[in-house]
């Protein structure tokens, strides 16, 4: 720990917000996203876009299929004007 911190700590957040809405699409319980249980093709939206936002934009969209389609921060946004494709999370 004295040399750098834990390892994964970087992007824990980000991973975090992942598992969260897997989690919540997995649940028998809940109506999932449209019915679906999965993010393949679902387009989202990251507010703010820093350590967190943009880990889970990267994580969603790499690891889950899901389409980044607007990055809002605080000052402004960036919105992919096809929302069939999204906004890939490093060029963002």
Do not use: H, W
Not at 23 to 40: C, E, F, H, N, V
Not at 60 to 79: C, F, H, M, P, W
């Amino acid at each position: 720990m004295s040399k750098g911190g834990i390892a994964g700590r970087i992007e824990a957040t980000g991973r975090g917000v992942q598992f969260v809405i897997q989690s919540y699409l997995r649940d028998p319980q809940t109506a999932g996203l449209k019915g679906k249980r999965d993010l393949k093709g679902a387009a989202i939206i990251v507010q703010g876009f820093g350590n967190v936002g943009y880990r889970a934009a990267k994580f969603l969209s790499e690891k889950n299929n899901a389409r980044v389609t607007i990055v809002a921060e605080r000052d402004g946004y960036v919105a992919n004007a096809d929302c069939r494709s999204g906004i890939e999370a490093p060029s963002a």
